[in-house]
């Protein structure tokens, strides 16, 4: 073993930093969060270069006294609480002092401040442990200037991701903050394009709506609940806003963003049998407590909080959402939960065979053509064994009687010869019978796959369509920053589409294949699914066909003749594809006689 040395305190600091700085978007979260907690009513935040050339983080706050300043950056001061009890007391984002030491050891940092009651204010320049302090002359506040961050810790800059990843991160650490603390406003820079403004707001209703659009705000409940010690209020999904990631789910405890793992938990029990399975709710859910009963020490970067009573915290979080739904009209969307098991079906006998109405059932009855022909099936469609997992992990399937049908070839050896159409339930699903079994067959799921495939190996049609009327798409702000750089992927796949405004597209042509479509859906679920992905490998194009694929698929209302029907079934069971949606759901399912003779108990 070598001798014990201490580390030179530059060094110190560098390790330190790396609690604190995981990228340029933590760099602006602590800057944002001092000018909020010097008071700030208005707060521009500049990027260049994704934050890595330079961040800058200006505000109208109350300044720091010039003979403070060389405190500022100095590791473990504060002006934020003096003895170690005052940390119970705490409302304000920062107290531990080592947000800016941290920073200046990693990059050149720059303060110009002047204090509300000084005329006189301070310039600070830290560089390579070199600090200068000079007189500045300025307006009230702060402006903090971050440059090169990283330049002596490569390993760190190595890890960063894509430039408009971490760019996004920016942004959304913007909006996080912002989603609370409504009465400041933002203006937000990034590398140079047009900035993005978010005007102080009189309601955190106003700032959701400013930051997410109206239509989303529409899609929310509000609802507020007060205990002895706890206000929580929170706006919630109605049964319709459903989203594909927990992403839109947000807790603040005190004004502060904190990831909060059981709160997706306890939200999906609340919304139990209302949303289906792999959606998630969208929840803005605001706590106010008193600062003794938490401690937010538990991170260097204060994300994380730890409750005196946490069972308390998640029923008031489970109850909130409950009150919130309660005596609302709502339909349940999650038939699923109800035919899990034989004993429930056999419990709810009456409702399965009001359910089969005979009309169903005898309906449009035909006989389908047979078919002679001989199939082979492609290597890729054997070696699935990953593609199969997913399934089993997507369902459970031991507990269901709906057995997933999980290969082509399996079903397609019994439909070659006969199968006996029965027809269409729910405006959904197909069904047939074939050796003694049911088939139930999700159309619009099965059709997405072919279209899907088709249009990955560029065998189906990519032409751009040009629209007779141009239509302005106009996005939430983050949706609008993130199609906005994927442009030219819409572009390459037939949309003809630029920017019009600061939160609008306009779209003058689209694929041929799309037909009647709502282009502004579509749009929008493509920048959400990126949104949602934290994977910045991400295959956009793909993303986008699987938009496309749904979009374009047909569904049971869109007037489907016998014929159409006929061949969508011939090409499902042609062995050439997998019987589950580019999502991984299954959409054939099998039902066999002896399933059914359990149910009847025959
Ligand atoms: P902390 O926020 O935990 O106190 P920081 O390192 O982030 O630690 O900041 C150190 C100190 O610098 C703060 O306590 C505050 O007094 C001062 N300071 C930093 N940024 C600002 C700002 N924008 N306006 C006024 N004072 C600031
Ligand atoms: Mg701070």
């Known amino acids: 073993m070598k001798r014990i040395s201490e580390l030179p305190e530059n060094i110190k600091n560098m390790i330190a930093a790396g609690e604190v700085v995981e990228g340029p978007f933590s760099v602006v979260k602590e800057l944002v969060e001092n000018s909020l907690d010097a008071g700030a009513t208005n707060i521009t935040i500049e990027a260049e270069d994704s934050g890595l050339k330079k961040i800058s983080v200006a505000d109208d706050g109350s300044g720091i006294y010039k003979d403070d300043i060389s405190l500022a950056i100095s590791e473990h001061a504060t002006s934020k609480i003096k003895d170690i009890k005052d940390i119970s007391e705490i409302l304000s984002f920062g107290f531990r002092g080592e947000a800016l030491s941290s920073i200046s050891s990693i990059s050149k940092l720059t303060i110009l401040s002047r204090n509300d009651n000084e005329q006189i204010g301070a310039k600070l320049v830290a ?29 760190r800059k190595k890890f960063l991701k894509s430039k408009s990843f971490e760019n996004r991160l920016i942004r959304e650490t913007v909006f996080k903050i912002a989603a609370a603390s409504y009465e400041t406003g933002f203006k937000l820079v990034l590398n140079n394009t047009k900035p993005i403004i978010l005007k102080p707001a009189d309601s955190l209703h106003q700032r959701l709506s400013d930051l997410y659009g109206s239509d989303f705000i529409n899609g929310l409940y509000f609802e507020k609940v007060k205990d002895l010690k706890v206000t929580i209020q929170g706006f919630i999904s109605k049964p319709d806003l459903v989203k594909s990631s927990s992403k839109y789910q947000q807790l603040y405890v005190n004004g502060r963003f904190i990831d909060y793992k059981r709160m997706s938990f306890h939200l999906k029990r609340a919304y139990e049998a209302i949303i289906p399975a792999g959606k998630y709710p969208v929840a803005f859910i605001y706590i106010e407590i008193n600062p003794e009963l938490i401690d937010i020490n538990v991170h260097p970067a204060k994300r994380e909080v730890k409750f005196f009573d946490s069972k308390y915290i998640d029923s008031l979080i489970y109850g909130l959402a409950k009150k919130t739904l309660s005596g609302k ?63 089993n992990n997507y369902k459970k399937e031991e507990e269901s009687i709906l057995n997933p049908v999980k290969e082509g070839k399996d079903i397609y050896r019994e439909i070659e ?186």
């Open 127 to 155: 560089e390579n442990s070199k600090i200068e302090v000079s007189d500045y002359a300025g307006a009230k506040g702060t402006k903090v200037i971050v440059e090169n961050l990283f330049y002596n810790t490569p390993a």
């Open 329 to 391: 009209e709502h339909n349940i969307n999650n038939p699923e939960q109800y035919i899990k098991s034989e004993k429930i079906i056999t419990e709810n006998e009456s409702d399965f065979s009001s359910n089969t109405s005979k009309e169903t059932i005898q309906g449009s009855l035909y006989k389908a053509k047979e078919s002679g022909n001989e199939f082979s099936f492609p290597n890729t469609y054997q070696n699935n064994d990953d593609k199969i997992n997913e399934i």
């Open 417 to 602: 010869n006969d199968y006996k159409y029965i027809g269409i339930v729910f405006g959904v699903y197909i069904l047939i019978e074939k050796s003694e079994s049911l088939k139930i067959i999700d159309f619009h799921a099965a059709h997405e796959r072919i279209l899907f495939d088709k249009l990955m190996t560029k065998i189906a049609d990519n032409d751009s369509q040009e629209l007779v009327f141009p239509e302005e798409v106009e996005l939430p702000v983050n949706e609008f920053e993130v199609v906005k750089e994927k442009l030219n992927v819409l572009k390459e796949r037939g949309f003809d589409i630029d920017v019009f405004s600061d939160n609008s597209f306009i779209v003058r042509g689209q694929p041929t294949i799309l037909q009647k479509v709502n282009l502004k859906k579509i749009i929008s679920e493509f920048a959400e699914s990126i949104i949602n992905e934290n994977d910045y490998f991400k295959d956009f194009d793909k993303v986008l066909i699987e938009r496309i694929a749904c979009h374009s698929a047909k569904r049971m209302n869109d007037n489907m003749t016998k014929n159409d029907i006929e061949s969508l079934l011939d090409e499902i069971f042609s062995g050439k594809y997998d019987l589950r949606c580019p999502h991984g759901r299954p959409f054939v399912f099998n039902v066999s006689k002896n399933d059914f003779e359990k149910i009847f108990k025959r």
